[in-house]
């Protein structure tokens, strides 16, 4: 019997908002060059939602490089 192998990383804000709500993460990172979109569920709202559930859970957010770099590192 093969065992699907567990995923070692997450890419995605739905993805890793899922999976923060369901206590399933260890580190969050997060490139530090995304642009700011306002307004009712924005790209705002929900990184600061996933900040606030990281610091209820205790879980390290990093903000750690640029997209493009953030991006090529994480290239499978």
Same mark, same amino acid.
């Given at each position: ?38 307004? /009712?569920?924005?790209?705002? /709202? ?31």
């Amino acid at each position: 019997m093969n065992a699907a192998p567990k995923k070692r990383y997450l890419i995605g804000l739905k993805e890793v908002s899922k999976n923060l709500n369901a206590s399933k993460v260890n580190m969050v990172i997060i490139a530090t060059n995304i642009e700011r979109v306002e307004g /009712e569920h924005g790209l705002d /709202e929900q990184l600061l939602s996933i900040r606030d559930e990281c610091k209820r859970q205790g879980v390290p957010l990093i903000y750690a490089m640029p997209r493009s770099q953030l991006g090529f590192v994480t290239k499978y």
